[in-house]
Each structure stands twice: as C-alpha cells, then as structure tokens.
C-alpha cells in the first residue's frame, strides 16, 4: 500500500507542459514578456490619447451646449448685423429714396414718419413679450424680429434729425460706441462692477425717470406744452436746458445698464446656463445701446437747437 504523502501533487510527476507554466517556466517567462508588451502598447495608446485630448482646442458652446462669452457676442454682433440693414431701409423708407438734405424751412420736403412709428410700436410690443415669455422658453425669432424693427425705428428717427441737424448722426454715433467702449473696459478690467446698493438707486431713478417722460408726451400731444422737445427744452438753471442735465444722468444709467448686461452673461456663463440663453444677453445689450443711442441723440439735438 502506497505512502497517502506520496499523493501530494507537489511530489507528483508533473506535465511537462504543466511545469512548463510554473512561474520560472519557459512559456510562463515568455508570457510575462507578451504581457508586457501588451501593458506598455496600452500605456502608450493611453499616453497619446491624453496628449490629444490636451492638444485639442478647448470645447466650445456648440459642443458643451452652454453660454460662453465668446458665443453671446456673436450673437450680438448678428442682431446688430440685423438691426443695420433694416436702418438703411427705415432711413431710405423715411427720406423717400434720397439722401438727407439741408435742413430748409422754406422747403416743402416732409420726411415720411411711417418707419419710425411701424418700428417704435412693434419693437416696444416684441420686447415685452421677449422680457416676460424668455423665462420659459428663448425664443430667438421673435429677437430677430425686435432687431429688425428696432432698425427701422433707428434708422426713421436718425434720418429724421438728420434733416434738422446734418451731422447729428456720426456725432450720435461715435458718442455712443465710446461710451460702450468705455464702459465695457471698465468692467473687463474690474474697476466698475454691478452692486445691490448701486441697482437699487438705479431702478429708482428708472421709475421716475419713465414717469417724467410719460408726463412730457402727454404735455406735448395734448398742446399744453408746445416746444420741440417738451419740458426738456426748458431753461431752469443758468439758461442750460434741462433735456441736458437729464440727458447727462440718463446716459450715465444706460452706462450701469450696460454693467447690469454684461454682469449677467458673466453670471450665466458662470453657472452653465443653457447656450440659448445667450440670446437674451445679446439681446439686453442691444435694448441698452438702442437707448443710449436715442438719448444720445436727443442732447445733441437739444444742445444744437440752442
């Protein structure tokens, strides 16, 4: 009867293809290598992926479907885009097919109105709707639509207080771009920033300040007050018109309107707003250089009639 130590398998005559994979064994020496080659391939194939990925340029708004900066100002520049080619029409359209003229108060030429009241109404009716429907849903058309008309708006009144004042429109216009310019300098390099405080005061000041001109339309249509531009073209302090010394505050509130805009898309860029959000950004700009640019317009023309 045979020894039961004996039946230990290591005391076994073994396989010699068993044997063969002990480790030490040949095959298994040439499997360790075969492994290791196959680890470093992987490792390298990892290597150069990573190396891509980091030489790759970074994902844009398209690709994450978030706001970024670089985006909203595209947008913007394409709504402005918009809203200069239907000014050339609204300025055409207004001065029926001819350039501006000397203003002539001799001469029977009237400027067509139609322009500016089609594209004042249905711009200040589609910014409502914008304003108080976008927390549900962005609806860029309906943006496209308010630039569009807002153009024929600027584009009739421009061509309008270019009849009385030739040159008002460049002078309107370079005053605006820097005081965005500006502006928006300011706010890039961290020298002028939105606060609660200072938003309170403005929204104040933008109550009373609708409330004045509310008041002043309603005194010019009704006949009471007669003067070209209402209670604005009064003389209370030194013989300044008082269209100046409003116009003055007012253009400083568009300029913390434009800090609001620009705060925001740095806000929603910030938390990952959806990229479709960055229509209303471009959008408030363009509402706030719209305004900017009338009041603009408004002071030169007050202070050249004077």
Do not use: C
Not at 3 to 23: E, I, L
């Amino acid at each position: 009867m045979s020894n039961f130590a004996f039946n230990n398998p290591a005391f076994k005559q073994q396989d010699p293809r068993n044997v063969a994979t002990y480790p030490g064994g040949p095959q298994a020496a040439q499997g360790a290598q075969n492994a290791s080659f196959q680890h470093a391939g992987i490792d390298a194939a990892t290597n150069a992926q990573l190396e891509g990925m980091y030489a790759a340029p970074p994902a844009g708004a398209i690709e994450t479907d978030r706001m970024s900066v670089e985006d909203t100002v595209w947008k913007t520049a394409g709504l402005f885009a918009i809203l200069l080619v239907t000014a050339a029409v609204g300025w055409v359209w207004t001065l029926g097919g001819v350039a501006a003229p000397a203003y002539n108060p001799y001469s029977d030429f009237q400027p067509n109105m139609l322009p500016w009241i089609v594209g004042a109404l249905a711009g200040f009716v589609l910014a409502m709707v914008i304003t108080f429907t976008s927390r549900k849903k962005v609806r860029p058309a309906l943006i496209f639509a308010y630039a569009a008309f807002e153009g024929l708006f600027i584009g009739g009144i421009s061509a309008f207080f270019e009849v009385l004042y030739p040159g008002i429109v460049v002078q309107a216009t370079l005053a605006t771009v820097s005081v965005v310019g500006v502006t928006l300098a300011l706010f890039a390099s961290g020298k002028i920033r939105a606060s609660k405080k200072a938003t309170k005061i403005f929204m104040i000041a933008m109550m009373g300040y609708l409330v004045f001109s509310l008041l002043n339309v309603v005194l010019m249509w009704t006949g009471i007050n007669d003067n070209a531009f209402g209670l604005l073209s009064a003389k209370p302090f030194l013989g300044i018109p008082l269209g100046l010394i409003i116009g003055v505050l007012v253009v400083i509130m568009a300029a913390y309107s434009l800090v609001l805009d620009f705060d925001q898309i740095q806000q929603g860029v910030r938390n990952g707003a959806p990229r479709q959000y960055g229509w209303l950004g471009a959008f408030g700009i363009m509402v706030t250089v719209v305004w900017l640019y009338i009041e603009i317009l408004r002071i030169i023309a007050i202070a050249r009639s004077n």
